[in-house]
């Protein structure tokens, strides 16, 4: 029996080289019906129903072959991946701690142990491990891919550039890899730009498989002064987006709108039935606003503080709502989760979110959370913490719209149409927090921030009741990873040079101008 086992083992990893999962299905079933407690028999049907993109099949399958082999640290990695997705960062953690120190001859889960690090914000903790299993196996591509976009994260640009560089000379069409270099340096020559274009050629793709590239040449051209040319790429880049994409702004607006309904003054009003005992040990600061208004510089001033720390952009307020409002759904957030959320004693949710961060606590008595959607959760981040920080960026209505269309990660974005509209419908949302909030709302302007640092940073330090501290004013020394779009320019010096940006593509923005002013909102 134990020869036909190992036999199925085999055939099944084989199978596994070539992604033939039929076969790698049936070797699973054949091992389990000859032997129900078989661990690779369960890790396999594990991977099965991974590829197959079943999660919680997947995650019941690794952790029972780990239950029946406590040392398969390849079940455990596997596992902790998708705890990884599912947002249980907490369990990941524990699994990746435990178990990290057996992969020293494994590359491929070396590398996915960093992965599930670095996807949890971690990139301290990815890097080691990215680098060992380069060590073990080098010239792998995606091996090397990952261990560049962590040295990003940590600010280790010239060896990501060196990585990327050499990636390009032998694959000089792969697309990210064109993004991703192009992000790390200010384009000097259009040498870059012309190796770009010469892979468009090259290929003759349809639209939406060079979206990367697009991106990228349109970056390096605004680099260069081609402001034109560059928003020209910038569109296609959207377009192309758009083209594929199942996106109606509308469903973003009304979440909005059942936000503003029910986060209102009388339910701000409701005491909560009880706080996390912890809760007065550790003060969250919540900075929020929309994307590229300066939260991720805001941070790195904070969190240069001795007072302060940051967890990063964990989600893990949303995933608190979505599980304590007891709605089954495929989205990640709608107008029904808020209002049974709105519904629940909110101690739960600071109870839930606390649980799901505190790994990342290193002892300092005040926290940063940094995802800046979490702007549309401020009532239920105020009602549940009395004593939390809340922080929000604003930005040149124009100038930040702008920053976002010209990214690849907002969704709401990819077209001045949609922009606009869901630009006033923050800003509406802005006024209800006003209202509701009070003085609690901590307002920074992202262009007062760049041009007189020291003030504005000794007025934030003294209403989040901190003293002052020079290593503030010098966040471009701070050594934490980020893994936000503004990873490298936070290793600079504060500038202005992003301020009336905008201005340089006016004719282009004039649609996304006037839809701004006809609701009311002044462009300066």
């Known amino acids: 029996m ?36 078989s661990p690779e028999g369960h890790f396999l049907a594990g991977l099965v129903e991974k590829a197959a993109q079943r999660p919680v099949k997947a995650t019941e399958a690794f952790a029972k072959a780990l239950e029946l082999d406590a040392g398969r640290y390849d079940a455990a990695v596997e596992l902790a991946n998708q705890h990884c997705i599912a947002r249980r960062n907490a369990e990941a953690v524990a699994l990746l701690h435990d178990y990290q120190a057996r992969l020293g001859n494994s590359p491929r889960y070396l590398d996915m142990a960093g992965t599930v690090y670095s996807d949890m914000g971690m990139a301290e903790k990815a890097w080691p491990l990215y680098r060992k299993a380069n060590e073990l196996q080098p010239g792998v591509p995606l091996f090397q891919s990952n261990l560049a976009a962590c040295g990003v994260y940590l600010g280790k640009i010239d060896e990501a550039k060196a990585i990327y560089r050499a990636l390009l000379r032998q694959t000089p069409t792969h697309q990210r890899n064109h993004y991703h270099l192009s992000r790390l340096e ?108 300066g939260t991720t510089l805001t941070e790195r001033i904070l969190a240069s503080h001795a007072r302060v720390e940051s967890i990063g952009e964990t989600l893990q307020m949303q995933m608190t709502l979505r599980r304590i409002s007891g709605v ?70 124009m100038d930040a719209c702008f920053a976002m269309y010209k990214q690849s990660f907002f969704r709401f974005a990819y077209t001045l149409e949609n922009l606009g509209r869901y630009y006033i419908a923050h800003d509406r949302l802005l006024r209800h927090w ?62 202005s040079r992003s301020v009336n940006r905008w201005r340089h593509f006016e004719k282009e923005l004039q649609p996304l101008r006037q839809l701004l002013e006809h609701a009311g909102i002044a462009i300066t």
């Not at 086992?5 to 049936?26: C, D, F, K, T, Y």
């Not at 192309?240 to 994409?245: I, L």
């Not at 009070?438 to 007025?459: A, F, H, K, M, P």
């Open 434 to 495: 006003r209202s509701m909030l009070g003085d609690r709302l901590i307002e920074i302007e992202y262009e007062s921030l760049v041009t007189d640092q020291e003030g504005q940073t000794r007025s934030l330090l003294d209403r989040l009741g901190l003293d002052f501290e020079a290593a503030c004013l010098e966040f471009e020394k701070n050594e934490a990873a980020t893994a936000t779009a503004s990873s490298v320019q936070v290793r600079e010096k504060i500038h």
């Open 186 to 293: 200010q384009a000097k020559d259009t040498v870059h730009i012309e190796q770009m274009k010469a892979a468009l050629r090259s290929t003759n793709l349809a639209p939406d498989k060079n979206i990367f590239i697009y991106y990228a040449i349109g970056k390096e051209l605004e680099d260069l002064g081609e402001w034109q040319e560059a928003f020209r790429y910038y569109q296609m880049a959207g377009d192309a987006v758009t083209s594929v994409a199942n996106y109606d702004v509308a469903a973003d607006l009304g979440l909005i709108d059942k936000v503003i309904e029910v986060c209102d003054k009388q339910w701000l009003a409701a005491r909560p039935d009880r706080v996390p005992a912890d809760a007065a040990a550790r003060t969250p600061i919540f900075l929020v606003g929309l994307p590229r208004t």
């Open 328 to 397: 089954e759904s495929v989205e990640t957030m709608n107008p029904a989760i808020i209002e049974a959320a709105a519904q629940k004693d909110v101690g739960l949710i600071a109870h839930g979110y606390l649980d799901a961060v505190r790994h990342r606590f290193r002892g300092k008595p005040m926290f940063i959370e940094k995802l800046p959607e979490n702007f549309l959760y401020l009532g239920f981040i105020a009602k549940a913490w009395p004593d939390a920080r809340l922080v929000y960026l604003r930005r040149n209505p």
């Open 2 to 37: 134990t020869d036909e086992l190992g036999r199925l083992s085999e055939i099944g990893r084989r199978a596994l080289q070539s992604r033939n999962w039929p076969v790698v299905s049936a070797c699973a079933e054949d091992l389990l019906r000859r032997d129900p407690n």
